[in-house]
């Protein structure tokens, strides 16, 4: 089975901290995306990448940034957290190919005060 | 128009009927369609996937595509209580930097009711 593991479940940060979240696959996918999830506005795409050190924005990328070292890696990273960036963060990965469904991490609940 | 749509929720079924979910979307040019089950405090997990026109079942579950009406549904036959979550549609595309991304609708959350 595919693992993807998310470092933190829960995280509480203060505005204007530097944020890292973490997230590791253990099944050489060669894709992997970091999603946002907030009631009534669904689950959002941040950022994606589909090799290491390659990364494309999603549909919100303001405010954050990714880094992806290793295959098997991918951080998100909150430059300088603000308030509207508490949400529920969702790591995921897929073999290559746009066949491929989404392997899920179980989430970083991340609040910001 | 959002790119994924979702029938608005709640769904409610008494256990044992059918609960039937529907999604449009809106590129013609998406080929792959995802149904994942997410229960409340969890992440989303694959439940369905299909690729062609017609129907797909898998146990319980039947999806549904139509891509001329760029339509797909999820039926879910003997609902059980299990059941109750919010089913999350997904849609890929195909071409150059949308290829393999999925774009998300907001979810139903279909409560089963003993």
């Known amino acids: 089975d595919v693992k993807v593991t998310q470092s933190s479940r829960y995280l509480v940060k203060r505005t204007g901290e530097k944020v890292f979240l973490e997230c590791v696959q253990d099944?050489?996918?060669?894709?992997m995306f970091w999603y946002r999830q907030d009631p009534g506005l669904g689950l959002r795409l941040i950022y994606f990448?589909?090799?290491?050190?390659?990364?494309e924005k999603g549909d919100i990328p303001e405010g954050y940034s990714v880094s992806r070292e290793k295959k098997e890696r991918f951080s998100l990273i909150l430059e300088s957290a603000s308030t509207n960036q508490t949400s529920m963060y969702l790591c995921?990965?897929?073999?290559?190919?746009?066949?491929?469904?989404?392997?899920f991490g179980n989430g970083t609940r991340l609040t910001v005060t | 128009q959002k790119e994924v749509e979702q029938n608005s929720g709640p769904l409610s079924v008494p256990e044992g009927a059918i609960a039937s979910l529907n999604c449009t979307y809106s590129?013609?040019?998406?080929?792959?369609f995802f149904w994942y089950r997410q229960y409340s405090g969890k992440s989303p997990e694959l439940i369905m996937f299909?690729?062609?026109?017609g129907d797909k079942e898998d146990g319980r579950f039947t999806a549904q595509l139509n891509k001329a009406s760029q339509y797909v549904s999820l039926l879910i036959r003997d609902s059980q209580p299990s059941d109750s979550a919010t089913y999350l549609c997904?849609?890929?595309?195909?071409?150059?930097?949308?290829?393999?991304?999925?774009?998300f609708g907001d979810g139903t959350t279909l409560t089963v009711k003993p």
């Open positions: 997904a849609v890929n595309g195909v071409y150059n930097t949308n290829a393999g991304k999925s774009t």
């Open positions: 590129d013609r040019g998406s080929q792959s």
């Open positions: 099944m050489d996918h060669e894709n």
């Open positions: 995921a990965s897929t073999v290559e190919g746009f066949n491929s469904p989404l392997h």
């Open positions: 990448s589909y090799d290491v050190k390659m990364k």
């Open positions: 299909i690729y062609s026109n």
